[in-house]
């Protein structure tokens, strides 16, 4: 008897896997979920397994060492920095990722966050909460209009970002050192180093993908180096700020406020966390919102659905429409992947 491809779902939040399973299992797939948050938890289901997808569980080398028969490993995000591609592209591994399911949504919450640090939104709430019923109690607020925002990173969110931001009168401009200057041109961005962005930028925006080069990007140095009363804003990934480094730098005055949707720590990576460990969140100034960012009922469906499909792809003999290291691996055939 054929035996069915095997996909293992490392660890979910959704509450089930159903959609998961409709596309799957009519591929001929048989679905093994987890709930794992660490490697050594994966190893068991993972050795036979045809297709793994992931989360917020790490799929690295340890795991990939005891794959026999891994055909793709897929995630459910844009971000592939918990699987180690590497080994994966060394086995011979496809990795595959989910892409523009969620540009909306980010800009929306960036331009969210923006505006409730700006106009003090949670002051204010604080005060009437208590009773406090005077404009006082949020100033200092200062005009939009005028102030200069910069975006870190300028792909396809960064750009929606931009698009949302223009029209409040602001001068935008962005730093990305592989952006093209006919490309931030035509969007009608000045292209800055990064000294320029922390001397010049009332508001940071940051969109920046986990990479050992985006660690720590900002960190004593840039806070030092930015506007007194400038405002961060992150919607990329928590350990692009060091977080010890913005406490000081909000406890001391030397920026007012920052609006985050993970900490460094990133806590849905976590078997267990408390904000006890992370002095960010006691300070008032400071918005901090679960990674809920990419978050919408429509684009939770369709990370599900794009995830389960490159899979099925894959296993059905197909090209995947969303390949990470296509460029190092041939498909069966011989062929490069598409």
């Given amino acids: 008897m054929n035996r069915k491809p ?10 089930d896997v159903d959609i998961e399973r409709h596309i799957l299992e009519a591929a001929g797939a048989e679905v093994v979920a987890l709930q794992a948050k660490r490697e050594d938890d994966l190893f068991e289901e993972a050795r036979d397994c045809d297709a793994i997808m992931n989360q917020y569980a790490r799929v690295g080398a340890r795991t990939i060492a005891v794959m026999e028969r891994c055909r793709v490993i897929a995630r459910y995000g844009v ?16 990795v595959t990722n989910v892409r523009d399911y969620c540009t909306d949504e980010v800009a929306d919450h960036a331009i969210s966050l923006w505006l409730a640090l700006a106009r003090r939104l949670f002051d204010y709430d604080r005060a009437t909460h208590q009773g406090i019923w005077r404009w006082q109690s949020g100033s200092p607020i ?7 925002v910069g975006i870190v990173s300028f792909g396809k969110i960064g750009q929606a970002i931009a ?44 969109q920046v993908p986990m990479t ?3 660690r720590h990007f900002l960190g004593e140095a840039e806070f030092a180096a930015m506007k007194p ?32 949707d993970d900490p460094e720590e990133e806590p849905a990576k976590l078997a267990d966390w408390s904000p006890a460990g992370n002095p960010i ?3 008032p100034n400071v918005v901090v919102t679960p990674h809920v960012a990419y978050y919408s009922e429509e684009s939770i469906r369709s990370a599900r659905e794009i995830a389960a499909s490159e899979v099925a792809r894959v296993l059905t003999g197909q090209a995947p429409r969303n390949p990470v290291n296509a460029a190092a691996l041939l498909a069966p055939e011989g062929k490069a992947y598409a």
Avoid: C, W
């Fill in 142 to 148: 200062h005009r939009l209009r005028g102030r200069t």
């Fill in 229 to 260: 009363g400038a405002l961060v804003v992150n919607t990329g990934r928590g350990p692009t700020i060091d977080n010890k480094a913005l406490y000081r730098a909000l406890v001391e005055g030397r920026i007012a406020g920052a609006g985050l």
């Fill in 163 to 206: 698009s949302r931001a223009r029209p409040f009168g602001v001068d935008l401009i962005v730093y990305d050192p592989y952006l093209s200057p006919d490309v931030a041109q035509s969007l009608g961005v000045r292209q800055v180093d990064k000294a320029t962005l922390l001397a010049e930028a009332d508001v940071l925006m940051m």
């Fill in 79 to 94: 971000g592939v920095d918990i699987v180690d591609v590497a080994a994966a592209s060394a086995k011979g591994i496809l």
């Fill in 6 to 15: 095997k996909v293992v779902i490392t660890d979910y939040d959704y509450g």
């Fill in 212 to 214: 050992a080069e985006t």
């Fill in 281 to 283: 969140f006691t300070l």
